[in-house]
């Protein structure tokens, strides 16, 4: 059955020419253009020669852009989880305040713990968004030298208020705000500057829509200048990359294939406009959540706190989420099952980075035979 509200056209093409046929809907990593694809297979070039220089010099002010800043961004060669590491062992906080709704929030705090540092856990309930004033209490308790906050928890699909946790933070303290913007950045807005944020950081297999093994962050001014007292890192210390940032290189041999592909992808993300983006990202949200609503599956997330790029629901009565992960598979679709202790009650679908909306409603439909043998 065809969803109603097909006929809504875009006017910018996402899929570079192949509206309609996107079959991959993980949150992360996401389905990648053509044209990105082949901008990976250019010829090798060196780090430290001066095609290399000029292909960064023309990143990073459009990285800065897609970031809304003036400020210093940067990337690395690392999964996201090594931009985790990175915003925590380069300030080395005597203590943490780590705001956990969901288990990328979870393992972020672990990976504070697994630094050495000492980490105080604020728990929201699965789903449910972090309450700004609990944040507050917390800070009146005790004394933090950074929050750590996940915008968008992939695994419950709630959207964090970010801009009012770490105003708070920055009203009732002097902690560094570390934000994880994995699947907000490039899907919906991240305004470092604006939320004065410290530290904000992706990986470029969610909304940024390239192959998966980049980092790109933000750190603020106030943070750069602790780092280069502070930190303890040695691959991702970040006053190295200020460094080397200065002559349009990175400190250690980076990942050119995929700097080729943020070139091109950069350019195509500024084409469509970030606003652009964004507002794509939240009608495909809406679309998923007016079909959810009639067909009765239940998003985890309440309304008005709800990812624009990951959906995680809970099946309709009498539907497995397993299954009907496996059955839509079969029709050729592939969308994510639930995470960690939510894996076999709720599965999720990742409509973030090129989706369009036609191949978003073709997925949808696929879904709506494939409930048909996902019975529990
Ligand atoms: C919110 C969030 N943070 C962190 C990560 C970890 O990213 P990576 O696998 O690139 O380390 C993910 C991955 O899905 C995520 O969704």
Sequence with gaps: MTVDCRRVATPFDPT?????EVRFFLPGPVWVRDAVRQAMSHEAIGHRGKAFADLYARILPRLRRVFRTDGFVFTTTSAATGLWEAALANLMPARVLALVSGAFSERW????????????PLETQWGEPVDPSAVERALKRSRYE????VHSETSTGALNDLSS??????????????????TSFAGSPV???LWRLDFALSGSQKALALPPGLGVAFASERYRARARERSRCHYLRLSEAET??????????????HLFALDVQLDHILAETLEGRWSRHDALRRRVERWAEQRGHGFVAPEGAR?????????APGLSSEALVARVKERGFTIGGGYGKWKGSTFRIGHMGDVDPASLDALLDALDAASAEAVA
């Design 146 to 149: 950074a929050v750590t906050v």
């Design 191 to 193: 305004e470092p500057d």
């Design 109 to 120: 705090a672990a990976c504070a713990r697994d630094l050495g540092l000492s980490v105080d």
């Design 165 to 182: 946790i770490a105003r708070v933070v920055r009203e009732r303290s002097d902690a560094f705000v570390l934000a994880d913007v994995v």
């Design 307 to 315: 990812s624009w790029t990951v959906s995680c629901l809970r099946p």
């Design 16 to 20: 570079g020419g192949r509206p309609g």
């Design 244 to 257: 080397f940032a200065e002559t349009n290189q990175t400190p250690y041999t980076p990942s050119t294939p």
